[in-house]
């Protein structure tokens, strides 16, 4: 971790878009903290803000790319093959599944806001064989709320950048999850309209 943080001191830009874009196809890098210390060189004064937000978002949305790519070019064998080379637990590949079957699409919107979860998401979209344009707007729109949250988080926690966890998931998750529900009913509502028109 110390390395981490250090080689993105040193090489700023490249080492965060490297960073986010293996850590999104499932290596185990802390992503919150490489965008929450992103924010905190904002907040020194040693990177610029719109350009942390740019790479980060690049970063991702590179990774999350791979993972759809993998997902359609191999399908179901990849994750298990994916699974045990990687050191995702089974549990964690069982809830994405579950999450993405009964959110679809908007699964890619929030799941990166739900560690074990985002990493998987892509690949079962690209399993799924979801067209890629209807990936991109729901995964890339998810990915850049993801990363402008984080980045700006470390940036107005300043020297306290390394509770980003604490706050994140005990302000971002509660209201993803309030996101969830209110897209489900809207969802429920939606498809009860239809059949009775």
Same mark, same amino acid.
Request: charge should be positive; hydrophobic fraction near 45%; proline fraction near 4%.
């Given at each position: 971790?110390? $390395?981490?943080?250090?080689g993105?001191?040193?090489? $700023?830009?490249? *080492?965060i ?5 293996? @850590?999104?196809? @499932? +290596? #185990?890098?802390?992503d *919150?903290?490489?965008?929450? /210390? %992103?924010?905190? +060189? ?6 610029? /803000? ?5 790479? %980060?978002?690049?970063?991702? &949305?590179?990774?999350? =790319?791979?993972?759809?790519?993998? @997902? ?9 093959? /994916?699974a045990?080379?990687m050191?995702?637990? #089974?549990?964690?590949i069982?809830?994405?599944e ?5 959110? @679809?699409?908007?699964?890619? +919107?929030?799941?990166y806001?739900? #560690?074990?979860v ?6 079962? %979209?690209? =399993? &799924?064989?979801? #067209?890629?344009?209807?990936f991109? +707007?729901?995964?890339? =729109?998810?990915?850049?709320?993801w990363?402008?949250? !984080? ?7 300043? *020297?306290?950048?390394h509770?980003?966890y =604490? ?9 993803v !999850?309030?996101?969830?529900?209110? !897209? &489900? ?11 009775? *028109?």
């Open positions: 971790m110390q $390395s981490l943080l250090l993105i001191t040193k090489y $700023s830009y490249f *080492e878009f490297i960073a986010l874009g293996l @850590g999104i196809l @499932g +290596l #185990p890098i802390p *919150e903290t490489v965008m929450a /210390y %992103a924010g905190f +060189l904002v907040f020194q004064g040693k990177m610029n /803000y719109l350009y942390t937000i740019m790479v %980060a978002f690049m970063g991702t &949305s590179c990774g999350i =790319t791979i993972g759809y790519g993998l @997902g359609r070019t191999f399908g179901n064998p990849f994750i298990k093959r /994916y045990s080379k050191h995702v637990n #089974p549990d964690d069982q809830d994405a579950n999450f993405y079957n009964r959110y @679809g699409k908007f699964a890619l +919107l929030i799941a806001f739900i #560690p074990g985002r990493h998987l998401t892509a690949i079962f %979209a690209g =399993t &799924s064989l979801m #067209p890629y344009r209807t991109a +707007l729901f995964a890339y =729109t998810g990915g850049f709320l990363t402008i949250t !984080l980045v700006s988080l470390g940036y107005f926690l300043g *020297e306290k950048w509770h980003v =604490t706050y994140s998931h005990r302000f971002i998750i509660p209201l !999850l309030l996101s969830i529900i209110v !897209l &489900s009913i809207g969802i429920y509502w939606k498809t009860v309209k239809v059949k009775k *028109e």
